[in-house]
């Protein structure tokens, strides 16, 4: 089995910053794709970031120019650096990390899920 561990949550006052950790261990064979998700009371879960397998990055608009996804493919871990955070950055942020657990197919693990609420 696989486990993510998040970490790095917390409060904040708008214009902080955060840095969210994501660690992946158990056994399997590789990791693919990496990405954080958030979600806001009564809102659906939304995409945040995106890193390919090879460092290739995206983002929802909403964060470009503050938030940067990276990851440490030795360490199994990926990152999250938000800066400039907003009220409206307030949600639980999960990580979900794309497996292969066999060699073959690959399937979604998320983390436990990391409070960040950003208020005055």
């Known amino acids: 089995q696989v486990q993510l561990v998040e970490s790095g949550g917390g409060l904040v006052q708008p214009g902080g910053s955060l840095r969210l950790s994501c660690v992946a261990s158990?056994?399997?064979?590789?990791?693919?794709?990496m990405d954080w998700y958030r979600q806001a009371p009564g809102k659906q879960r939304e995409v945040v970031a995106h890193?390919?397998?090879?460092?290739?990055?995206s983002y929802r608009d909403s964060v470009k120019g503050r938030f940067t996804i990276s990851r440490d493919n030795a360490k199994n871990t990926v990152y999250l650096q938000m800066n400039s955070l907003k009220p409206e950055d307030t949600a639980v942020y999960y990580c979900?990390?794309?497996?292969?657990?066999?060699?073959?197919?690959?399937?979604?693990?998320w983390g436990q899920g990391t409070q960040v609420t950003v208020s005055s």
């Open positions: 979900n990390v794309a497996i292969s657990s066999d060699g073959f197919g690959w399937r979604d693990y």
């Open positions: 158990g056994i399997f064979f590789s990791i693919n794709t």
């Open positions: 890193i390919s397998r090879g460092g290739s990055t």
